[in-house]
């Protein structure tokens, strides 16, 4: 097959969700779909237990499995399917909004009930930030929850994003009586634990034709009649709009049940756009071009720890990866191959002889690799876009063992590298800060320190709203720097952040110095 048809074959993804919302089980039904997993099961047994909060050594357990589904690949009508797997645990929260970065598109799933969620606003905030092509899948249908009507009102005003309904439901919670699809103009009845090829479709193109009332009754044709006529409010579906982020479909269904997920797969496998061209610092990269190259993404360490090698986690952008090859790792200007790339396909692993734009292997690294890091075939450049957030947490890290400050350092380094958190240094006293998105990341990495490492760390409490990047011209910078030295630090890359007290200092010092603009990201 030709590098192109290789790379039209692809869709790459990730699906989102507030924890709770049904991502596990939506994902396993796209598995069974795509004849990965046999049966219902393999993928919740991986997925990090919301009960174990606490005991983050089991969560830390529960993750080594999850390296398995790190990427869930299958083919389904003649398609590559690759779902990005995104830990569902909002401490987590950095992994997740990372993997982003290496999808092409994502699909958002809401629970009718719940409605939008914290995690699945800063998600499909991160999602914009690219304009990543998204579909909502509204779970739980078969449960009470809000007006369809309302929850698309919600994912508008809440999210920012314009939507296009392409099925609609009939009734919910005990009186759900199925979907009509919009889409292919049919209707499909729910039928309770049905498998997929159970359920019953029946095409109905105009919404008159006797056969609705046979099937759904009067009252419920009636209203679906009126719905939809209502609908005409929203936008026509048109796929390139789609494709630039600026409207998104909407599905309804309840993954428990398998019911509403085949019509989004299928819509999905339709209109899902294939690997796409990327941004490096110097040009933008086609997938097609017939020279490799790729970014780490994720980095997960090795759940040994008399081993401290780690997987790292590639994503393929242009051109065709070879197993044994000699390939740039551009920010150490140094050649490399790796003699066992590997390919994790629900729970296999397997080691691959050749990877394609979209594709994503895990790379056995011994500490060579910091996330973000691009392979090559020779070029230097550097993809860009993967930023890191401001964290929600913070303590100031010491060593509490003064023999020990070498391992200390490296150990924290390392740590950092991985992405386990993010690290800052107050210029004020040099003392470092850790920045997390939750609090279990204090305990992983004291743990993990004195297991893996042989360190000691102690914390000191340290209250602070936000850490937000500064930019503006370089002498009004240095004058802001010089003037406000208490609550300046510097990132791993050595570019000043303000530490925020509290809301209400960011917000004074911002009217205090419109010439500096303060960002929650680091790529502004
Ligand atoms: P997550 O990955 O987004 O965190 O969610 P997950 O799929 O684990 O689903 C969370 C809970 O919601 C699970 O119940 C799951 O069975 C249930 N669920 C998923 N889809 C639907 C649906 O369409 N309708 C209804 N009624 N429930 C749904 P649980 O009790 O936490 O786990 P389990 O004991 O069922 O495995």
């Known amino acids: 097959m030709s590098l192109i048809d290789e790379i039209n074959k692809r869709k790459t993804f990730g699906i989102v969700s507030h924890p709770d919302a049904g991502k596990t089980t939506l994902t396993e039904k796209l598995l069974l779909f795509g004849g990965a997993i046999q049966v219902a099961g393999a993928v919740k047994s991986n997925k990090i237990k919301k009960t174990t909060t606490s005991d983050f050594m089991e969560i830390e357990r529960q993750r080594g499995i999850s390296v398995a589904t790190s990427v869930m690949g299958f083919e389904y009508r003649n398609k590559q399917i690759n779902i990005l797997d995104t830990p569902g645990h909002a401490d987590f929260a950095e992994d997740t909004f990372r993997t982003l970065t290496a999808v092409d598109s994502a699909i958002v799933v809401v629970d009718i009930a719940k409605g939008v969620e914290t995690q699945t606003r800063k998600l499909v905030k991160v999602c914009r930030m690219r304009d990543t092509p998204l579909i909502f899948f509204v779970n739980k249908m078969d449960r009470e929850g809000l007006d369809a009507f309302d929850i698309l009102d919600q994912i508008e005003g809440e999210l920012g994003v314009k939507v296009v309904p392409l099925s609609w439901p009939i009734g919910m919670g005990s009186r759900f009586k199925g979907v009509y699809n919009i889409y292919e103009k049919q209707l499909s009845l729910f039928k309770p634990h049905a498998k997929q090829s159970e359920s019953e479709t029946i095409i109905i193109k105009d919404l008159s034709d006797d056969a609705l009332v046979k099937h759904i009754g009067e009252e419920d044709a009636q209203t679906l009649r009126e719905d939809l006529e209502m609908l005409t409010i929203y936008p026509d579906f048109a796929k390139a709009d789609y494709l630039s982020g600026e409207i998104c479909p909407v599905f309804f269904g309840s993954a428990v049940n398998n019911f509403g997920v085949k019509e989004m797969l299928d819509c999905f496998v339709d209109i899902a756009p294939p690997p796409l061209p990327r941004q490096t610092d110097v040009r933008p990269v086609r997938p097609d071009e017939p020279t490799f190259s790729g970014f780490v993404f994720k980095i997960h360490a090795n759940m040994d720890p008399k081993h401290r090698d780690r997987i790292a986690f590639l994503r393929i952008c242009s051109g065709e990866f070879k197993r044994?090859?000699?390939?740039?790792?551009?920010?150490?200007?140094?050649?490399?191959?790796?003699?066992?790339?590997?390919?994790?396909?629900?729970?296999?692993?397997?080691?691959?002889?050749?990877?394609?734009?979209?594709?994503?292997?895990?790379?056995?690294?011994?500490?060579?690799?910091?996330?973000?890091?691009?392979?090559?075939?020779?070029?230097?450049?550097?993809?860009?876009?993967?930023?890191?957030?401001?964290?929600?947490?913070?303590?100031?890290?010491?060593?509490?063992?003064?023999?020990?400050?070498?391992?200390?350092?490296?150990?924290?380094?390392?740590?950092?590298?991985?992405?386990?958190?993010?690290?800052?240094?107050?210029?004020?006293?040099?003392?470092?800060?850790?920045?997390?998105?939750?609090?279990?990341?204090?305990?992983?990495?004291?743990?993990?320190?004195?297991?893996?490492?042989?360190?000691?760390?102690?914390?000191?409490?340290?209250?602070?709203?936000?850490?937000?990047?500064?930019?503006?011209?370089?002498?009004?910078?240095?004058?802001?720097?010089?003037?406000?030295?208490?609550?300046?630090?510097?990132?791993?890359?050595?570019?000043?952040?303000?530490?925020?007290?509290?809301?209400?200092?960011?917000?004074?010092?911002?009217?205090?110095?419109?010439?500096?603009?303060?960002?929650?990201?680091?790529?502004?």
């Open 324 to 524: 044994n090859t000699n390939y740039l790792h551009v920010r150490e200007s140094k050649k490399m191959k790796f003699s066992q790339p590997t390919a994790f396909m629900a729970s296999q692993k397997t080691i691959v002889e050749s990877a394609f734009p979209g594709d994503v292997i895990g790379l056995y690294d011994s500490g060579n690799f910091k996330i973000g890091d691009t392979l090559t075939e020779g070029e230097v450049m550097r993809y860009t876009g993967i930023p890191t957030f401001s964290p929600e947490q913070f303590r100031i890290v010491e060593n509490a063992d003064p023999m020990q400050y070498k391992k200390f350092y490296k150990g924290l380094d390392q740590l950092m590298d991985e992405g386990v958190a993010q690290m800052f240094t107050r210029t004020l006293d040099n003392k470092r800060i850790i920045g997390t998105v939750g609090a279990l990341q204090f305990e992983v990495i004291q743990y993990r320190m004195e297991h893996e490492y042989g360190a000691r760390v102690r914390y000191e409490p340290l209250r602070l709203y936000k850490a937000a990047w500064i930019s503006g011209d370089a002498d009004k910078i240095k004058a802001f720097v010089a003037r406000r030295k208490r609550d300046i630090a510097l990132d791993k890359k050595g570019h000043p952040v303000f530490l925020a007290e509290t809301q209400w200092t960011l917000n004074t010092v911002k009217e205090n110095h419109p010439e500096i603009a303060f960002h929650f990201s680091s790529e502004y």
